[in-house]
């Protein structure tokens, strides 16, 4: 097997010019000389025989050549950085840490049993848990900052198992005006009213066609703050059924007679982020969540 003739460091390199934007603040990213990362890209170009980088005005842009290299060197980079963290979490046994994504839509109540039983039997772990939405699951695994996800799509380079499905009801308060037509209510009647969204949690929101609805609209960035202001008949939304279950039950909400689309359909995964490197902890909840969703039992604590 050849050896590599370009070094992780001058990937390194090229990576950090083209994302910081030029030489001298991929330097300071770097903490090298100017020159040292300027060498170190030149040396990629020499060795390759490709002209990777080319001045245009007072920029460097990528040739066509230099975009394939710098996604091929990217993906080099994080790859070495994922295989340094997950070497530190096997000399480390259990982890110190466990850091969790899940979508806002999966039950609250459920993630926090599996939580639960996971700190009885390893009480020193401690875990970040980032709820969110749509686009920022996926950066969230993208950036390695995660172990775990409960993501409602997988992203590109990752695997995952379908973990369950869940059922959104378009609901409102009962003294909401689409509940007093007396009649189904129409996509017509949804665009004289208010639709609650939860933001996209990501840098790059994803487009979504539930915001279509209506151009009436307020954008919130926790579910329980859409929930209480559906509650106080400000608005109507699609729930996930069972985080509004309390509601439902009690009759602050009310599902909308809609004549088309009253109920929606989404698949939540289970998504390790390095499942070769796995630490324990991140493998035991994995097996918990799996075990909690197949069981289907009733919680005791309150939803």
């Not at 639960?116 to 980032?130: A, C, K, T």
Request: proline fraction near 4%; aromatic fraction near 6%; hydrophobic fraction near 45%.
């Amino acid at each position: 097997m050849n050896d590599p003739r370009i070094s992780l460091e001058q990937w390194r390199a090229l990576v950090a010019v083209v994302e910081e934007g030029g030489y001298a603040r991929a330097a300071e990213a770097l903490h090298k000389s100017q020159s040292t990362v300027s060498y170190a890209v030149h040396r990629i170009e020499e060795l390759l025989e490709l002209k990777v980088l080319e001045v245009q005005g007072r920029r460097s842009v990528l040739t066509a050549a230099g975009q394939v290299l710098y996604r091929r060197g990217r993906a080099l980079v994080d790859e070495a950085a994922r295989l340094e963290r997950s070497a530190a979490k096997l000399a480390e046994g259990w982890e110190a840490e466990l850091r969790i994504a899940a979508e806002i839509i999966f039950p609250t109540w459920l993630l926090l049993e599996c939580l639960g039983q996971l700190s009885s039997e390893q009480p020193q772990m401690r875990v970040q848990l980032h709820e969110s939405v749509l686009g920022g699951t996926s950066e969230l695994l993208s950036q390695g900052r995660v172990d775990l996800a409960i993501a409602s799509s997988i992203p590109g380079g990752f695997v995952g198992d379908a973990l369950m499905q869940v059922r959104f009801v378009a609901a409102a308060a009962p003294n909401h005006p689409l509940h007093q037509l007396g009649r189904p209510v129409t996509t017509e009647d949804l665009r004289e009213h208010r639709h609650l969204v939860v933001r996209d949690s990501g840098a790059q929101p994803a487009q979504s066609a539930a915001l279509q609805v209506t151009e009436q609209r307020w954008t919130v960035t926790s579910k329980a703050t859409s929930i209480r202001a559906a509650c106080m008949g400000l608005g109507f939304a699609w729930y996930a059924e069972d985080i509004i279950r309390r509601e439902l039950d009690s009759g602050a909400l009310k599902p909308l007679p809609l004549v088309e689309g009253a109920e929606r359909w989404a698949t939540l995964y289970l998504v390790l982020a390095d499942a070769a490197f796995a630490g324990p902890g991140t493998r035991r909840l994995a097996d918990l969540l799996l075990q909690a969703v197949r069981a289907g039992a009733p919680s005791s604590i309150m939803r």
